[in-house]
């Protein structure tokens, strides 16, 4: 019998899993091993500190790097 349900399980946890956070400090706090970047939280695209974008769009959050590709989020490809 396969689990017909495993994939969407496992989808929903690794969303379920990523945090926002209000600030740079906290999410840091959240994943001290991982590097912390600015999620533009309407279109799913992730700028790293030094861009142009970090923390510096209409809506966002700060979150961990490894949980925000887990959630199907993406870098950007533009360097901004």
């Given at each position: 019998a396969?689990?017909?349900h495993?994939?969407?399980s496992a989808a929903a946890a690794s969303t379920g899993q990523m945090q926002q956070f209000d600030s740079e400090a906290a999410a840091q706090a959240h994943c001290p091993s991982d590097v912390v970047v600015w999620l533009n939280t309407n279109s799913g695209i992730y700028h790293e500190k030094g861009m142009r974008w970090y923390a510096n769009t209409k809506a966002g959050a700060y979150v961990c790097k490894g949980e925000?590709?887990?959630a199907g989020d993406r870098d950007t490809r533009n360097g901004q």
């Amino acid at each position: 019998a396969r689990p017909h349900h495993a994939a969407s399980s496992a989808a929903a946890a690794s969303t379920g899993q990523m945090q926002q956070f209000d600030s740079e400090a906290a999410a840091q706090a959240h994943c001290p091993s991982d590097v912390v970047v600015w999620l533009n939280t309407n279109s799913g695209i992730y700028h790293e500190k030094g861009m142009r974008w970090y923390a510096n769009t209409k809506a966002g959050a700060y979150v961990c790097k490894g949980e925000a590709d887990g959630a199907g989020d993406r870098d950007t490809r533009n360097g901004q």
